[in-house]
């Protein structure tokens, strides 16, 4: 857990009392600040328990104007689609207001380090899809390298929780939009801007919303070096703004051609190359390492230019990737039965991260659906290529079912009755892809009890069988 000394005996509002908000409770509790907690939930508030901590409404006026912080979680709003009640009040009495994000990155600049031969380094990872998935495959390559590595952030443990930080620590973060934007502090050594496609735009007022949100990671204190993704207009935009300063860059693409970069590393296929000054000093193809590895390429590309920014060798960052397992609901693969493969990518919560989904996969069962985002189903129509037949289901479905509809499709309500479909269709040599294209929100609490009922659904198929 962090230090957060500089914050003994403050008057400490927290707003929101999920994973994120127990933890700035147990850290800042533990730190000696004078806590006082809310929760709309009553159950959550309820739930607290932790001796010394006070729970509260806060939308007293009077109360609210005591504190010297609020400390918000990522998932409340503060400003779009419209602030919450207690935000909006805590900004009218000019109370700071601030996020784990901002507090962990304020722990970490004001931190004395001068007696260190080797200082701690925080790395961290946004984008519109795959943020886990890079997040999880660099700690595991800089973890054969290095002692002291973790990640965090919105993957695995909160920022908060994350052990001191000592000489040579690595820390590698995972942020999403709701916890830049927020965050009075950001100051990584290490940026990586993976990709960016519309989502959250409601939440951020709008696609330059969420773009800023994201851009705010690279604009304020990042220290050493940035990892951009040029493949997007806001990607080059990104990499044109910082190039104009004083700041080391390395562009990725799997688009552009990079010859006229000063540092660029490119994926073409099976190849990783990277360039510098316009010559190429490295090529790689990635079937020389792990067939399983080939669906995450995109995660290789980036995990391989940070580690290249981090000064190793190009060789030994590849041949580190070898070992790692997909995380789970991201294009995971469940089982094969009867010649029919099963794959989980439930966390494909928008239409980009199905269409990425489909590049691999040949003979596809796509069941598809949930919540829709946006109505832009129709980008669909361009990863088509490989799809047999569509299973719109869920609250999306008629209107997935309409921006699809010179495709073989039928709608359903249900995952399990789009699968029981998708199965009596499918032949040896097929593959069911659950990819929702869409939030989990109309049937499930989230993307993980979704892929958990993919599964349970394919095992009791398998079962069945038997």
Same mark, same amino acid.
């Given at each position: ?9 403050? @008057? ?8 994120? $908000? !127990? ?20 159950? @959550? ?51 700071? &207001? ?40 660099? $700690? ?66 709008? !696609? ?26 806001? $990607? ?30 490119? !994926? ?58 997909? !995380?789970?609901?991201?294009? #995971? ?28 996969? @040949? ?15 129709? #980008? ?30 039928? #709608?359903? &309500? ?45 095992? #009791? ?6």
């Amino acid at each position: 857990m962090l230090n957060l000394e500089n914050l003994r005996n403050k @008057k400490v509002g927290i707003l929101g009392l999920g994973m994120t $908000g !127990l933890s700035v409770v147990r850290a800042l509790n533990k730190a000696g600040a004078l806590l006082t907690c809310w929760d709309d939930d009553k159950e @959550k508030r309820n739930d607290l328990g932790l001796d010394g901590v006070t729970v509260k409404d806060l939308n007293n006026k009077n109360l609210l104007r005591e504190l010297d912080l609020l400390v918000v979680s990522p998932g409340i709003p503060h400003l779009y689609p419209e602030p919450h009640a207690i935000v909006s009040l805590a900004y009218e009495l000019n109370i700071r &207001v601030d996020n784990d994000i901002g507090l962990f990155f304020s722990s970490h600049v004001n931190d004395e380090y001068e007696t260190f031969s080797k200082p701690p380094k925080i790395i961290a990872i946004t984008g519109s899809n795959g943020k886990s998935t890079a997040t999880a495959l660099a $700690g595991y390559v800089f973890s054969k390298v290095f002692r002291d590595v973790e990640i965090g952030g919105n993957i695995g443990k909160p920022v908060l929780e994350l052990s001191p930080l000592k000489e040579g620590s690595i820390r590698i973060l995972e942020l999403s939009s709701y916890q830049i934007e927020l965050a009075k502090n950001l100051a990584p050594n290490f940026a990586a801007f993976i990709n960016f496609s519309p989502d959250h735009v409601r939440r951020h007022g709008g !696609l330059g919303g969420y773009f800023y949100a994201k851009a705010r990671l690279f604009l304020e204190n990042l220290t050493e070096m940035s990892v951009i993704n040029i493949d997007t207009a806001e $990607g080059l935009f990104l990499y044109q703004r910082l190039s104009s300063a004083d700041n080391k860059i390395i562009a990725i693409t799997s688009k552009i051609d990079v010859k006229d970069y000063l540092w660029a590393v490119s !994926l073409k296929g099976c190849y990783i190359t990277e360039w510098q000054k316009g010559r190429q000093v490295y090529s790689y193809d990635l079937r020389l390492l792990d067939s399983s590895l080939m669906i995450l390429r995109e995660s290789i590309l980036v995990v391989y230019a940070l580690a290249r920014s981090y000064g190793m060798a190009p060789k030994s960052i590849l041949i580190n990737c070898l070992g790692f397992v997909s !995380l789970k609901h991201r294009i #995971q693969k469940v089982c094969v039965i009867e010649g029919v493969t099963f794959i989980n990518d439930s966390k494909a919560t928008n239409v980009d991260a199905t269409i990425h989904a489909l590049k691999f996969f @040949k003979n596809v069962h796509l069941i598809v659906g949930g919540q829709a985002k946006e109505n832009n189903f129709d #980008q669909l129509q361009l990863a088509m290529e490989n799809v047999n037949r569509i299973y719109p289901m869920g609250e999306s479905a008629s209107l997935i079912a309409r921006s699809l509809q010179d495709h073989k499709l039928e #709608q359903f &309500v249900t995952l399990d009755k789009a699968l029981e479909k998708a199965i009596s269709y499918s032949r040896e040599g097929d593959t069911i892809l659950f990819s929702p294209a869409c939030a989990s929100f109309d049937q499930y609490l989230n993307f993980e009890e979704r892929g958990e009922h993919f599964i349970s659904l394919v095992e #009791q198929y398998r079962k069945n069988l038997i």
